[in-house]
């Protein structure tokens, strides 16, 4: 049986000198062992049984990923941070000590016009992970002191408010699964704007949804195809139901 240790104030980050922090998240729940985390401004790498981790740096939240979310090379490339290639080979080396630039850090610095545009989509995958995990749960985990993403901290947000905006998600996704309920559903263009309305103009986002609304795709299947999260997905379409746009097939 796990125990949790309780994170003091004050407490040392140095790996050597912090006692294990490990135990079940059916004890204490995601949210009050990323806030004791914060607060105790801890270096290292929250393991979850099943594949997830968020990284930290003083408290504060560099990446959260689980095995279903997007591969971070691909996340890097669809930000025009370089080559393929290049990107894989600065993931693998971890940030630099002293005063050379880590792969990431080098990256940046031939692309520094990138840098915004990274930092949103990293936020983004660190999101929707913390979405998917604020479902409670038995899983066990652990907490690995002084260790370090090879992104660095570079990207790190506050972790209380990227707390604050999963909870704000799930609320909204509560609303959303009303309209909804699975993603088997299927939907198509509606065959007329709503009365008064002579015109509307899509956004990019939209279009890549509307496109697809062919009375046979699923919403699972314009996630699939789309690569984005279902929540982003799902909160488009709610959208576009909410304006009368589009119906159920």
């Given at each position: 049986?796990?125990?949790?240790?309780?994170?003091?104030?004050?407490?040392?980050?140095?790996?050597?000198?912090?006692?294990?922090?490990?135990?079940?998240?059916?004890?204490?729940?995601?949210?009050?062992?990323?806030?004791?985390?914060?607060?105790?401004?801890?270096?290292?790498?929250?393991?979850?049984?099943?594949?997830?981790?968020?990284?930290?740096?003083?408290?504060?939240?560099?990446?959260?990923?689980?095995?279903?979310?997007?591969?971070?090379?691909?996340?890097?490339?669809?930000?025009?941070?370089?080559?393929?290639?290049?990107?894989?080979?600065?993931?693998?080396?971890?940030?630099?000590?002293?005063?050379?630039?880590?792969?990431?850090?080098?990256?940046?610095?031939?692309?520094?016009?990138?840098?915004?545009?990274?930092?949103?989509?990293?936020r983004e995958v660190s999101l929707n992970t913390l979405f998917e995990l604020l479902v409670p749960s038995r899983a066990g985990y652990r907490f690995d002191a002084g260790a370090v993403h090879p992104l660095g901290d570079r990207f790190a947000d506050d972790t209380r408010t990227l707390l604050a905006a999963a909870r704000q998600r799930v609320e909204i996704w509560r609303r959303?699964?009303?309209?909804?309920?699975?993603?088997?559903?299927?939907?198509?263009?509606?065959?007329?704007?709503?009365?008064?309305?002579?015109?509307?103009?899509?956004?990019?986002?939209?279009?890549?949804?509307?496109?697809?609304?062919?009375?046979?795709?699923?919403?699972?299947?314009?996630?699939?195809?789309?690569?984005?999260?279902?929540?982003?997905?799902?909160?488009?379409?709610?959208?576009?139901?909410?304006?009368?746009?589009?119906?159920?097939?």
């Amino acid at each position: 049986m796990t125990t949790v240790e309780r994170l003091d104030d004050g407490l040392d980050n140095e790996a050597d000198d912090t006692p294990e922090v490990s135990g079940s998240l059916d004890v204490t729940a995601l949210p009050a062992l990323l806030r004791s985390l914060a607060d105790a401004e801890r270096t290292g790498v929250l393991r979850i049984d099943g594949g997830s981790e968020i990284w930290l740096h003083q408290g504060r939240t560099c990446l959260a990923v689980t095995i279903t979310s997007p591969d971070l090379a691909k996340v890097l490339f669809d930000g025009d941070l370089g080559a393929p290639d290049a990107i894989a080979a600065a993931l693998r080396q971890p940030p630099a000590e002293g005063d050379g630039p880590g792969g990431i850090d080098r990256l940046l610095g031939e692309r520094p016009e990138a840098e915004s545009t990274v930092k949103l989509l990293i936020r983004e995958v660190s999101l929707n992970t913390l979405f998917e995990l604020l479902v409670p749960s038995r899983a066990g985990y652990r907490f690995d002191a002084g260790a370090v993403h090879p992104l660095g901290d570079r990207f790190a947000d506050d972790t209380r408010t990227l707390l604050a905006a999963a909870r704000q998600r799930v609320e909204i996704w509560r609303r959303i699964a009303a309209r909804i309920p699975s993603t088997a559903a299927v939907f198509v263009l509606a065959p007329d704007l709503p009365e008064a309305q002579e015109e509307r103009l899509v956004t990019a986002d939209e279009w890549r949804f509307l496109a697809r609304l062919d009375g046979r795709r699923t919403v699972a299947d314009l996630i699939a195809e789309t690569g984005q999260s279902a929540f982003r997905v799902c909160s488009s379409l709610y959208r576009l139901l909410l304006e009368e746009l589009i119906t159920e097939g």
